[in-house]
T-cell receptor, first 111, second 117 residues
Framework: RKEVEQDPGPFNVPEGATVAFNCTYSNSASQSFFWYRQDCRKEPKLLMSVYSSGNEDGRFTAQLNRASQYISLLIRDSKLSDSATYLCVVPRGGSQGNLIFGKGTKLSVKP | GAVVSQHPSRVICKSGTSVKIECRSLDFQATTMFWYRQFPKQSLMLMATSNEGSKATYEQGVEKDKFLINHASLTLSTLTVTSAHPEDSSFYIC?????????????FGQGTRLTVV
């Protein structure tokens, strides 16, 4: 299994749709996880941190399944402005370690 | 506002020349900074970890003599691409992690798009 692996995408969804992205990781000792958002030709920006079973922030919900080494990101009522690439990120070697990025899943929300 | 500032945002250079990219943490001290490279439609790939006051740690396959890293102060790390070639054309991004409360968040510079002609 790769260190961090994500759904290949792209996801093309209409406005208002609910969309979910999946991510698997190989290091069972990992304790913290992150979802970053990257717009085209821009730097990544933190969307959500996941330290326990999950996290919710408005329309965004991240869930963690340690047994399956699996993280998901759910976006409800998607907006045009949600169009971006979503990166699953896992620190290597503990919470202070290097961040290892998944390849990202591209989301396009259409009117 | 920006927490990590990277400069320049875009640079075009001739093959064989060197390019220096700066990364500054603006309101915190960073003993460690990270340099990433991203090719089109690819993920961010960690190149090296920059350590203040000591040598950088390079990822496997990254030439330390080609990508010179200097972290002379707690707020500045520089990446110099020496003898640049067209295959070095890429998006280079630096990152620094800031601890606030019990959490640590990684902030990224705006990135530098390097084109070697």
């Amino acid at each position: 299994r790769k260190e961090v692996e994500q759904d290949p995408g792209p996801f093309n969804v209409p406005e208002g749709a609910t969309v979910a992205f999946n991510c698997t990781y190989s290091n069972s000792a990992s304790q913290s996880f992150f979802w970053y958002r990257q717009d085209c030709r821009k730097e990544p920006k933190l969307l959500m941190s996941v330290y326990s079973s999950g996290n919710e922030d408005g329309r965004f919900t991240a869930q963690l399944n340690r047994a399956s080494q699996y993280i998901s990101l759910l976006i409800r009522d998607s907006k045009l402005s949600d169009s971006a690439t979503y990166l699953c990120v896992v620190p290597r070697g503990g919470s202070q370690g290097n961040l290892i990025f998944g390849k990202g899943t591209k989301l396009s929300v259409k009117p | 506002g920006a927490v990590v500032s990277q400069h320049p945002s875009r640079v075009i250079c001739k093959s064989g020349t060197s390019v220096k990219i700066e990364c500054r943490s603006l309101d915190f001290q960073a003993t460690t900074m990270f340099w990433y490279r991203q090719f089109p439609k690819q993920s961010l790939m960690l190149m090296a970890t920059s350590n203040e006051g000591s040598k950088a740690t390079y990822e496997q396959g990254v030439e330390k003599d080609k990508f010179l890293i200097n972290h002379a102060s707690l707020t500045l790390s520089t990446l110099t691409v020496t003898s640049a070639h067209p295959e070095d054309s890429s998006f280079y991004i630096c990152s620094a992690r800031r601890r606030q409360g019990g959490n640590t968040e990684a902030f990224f510079g705006q990135g530098t798009r390097l084109t070697v002609v």
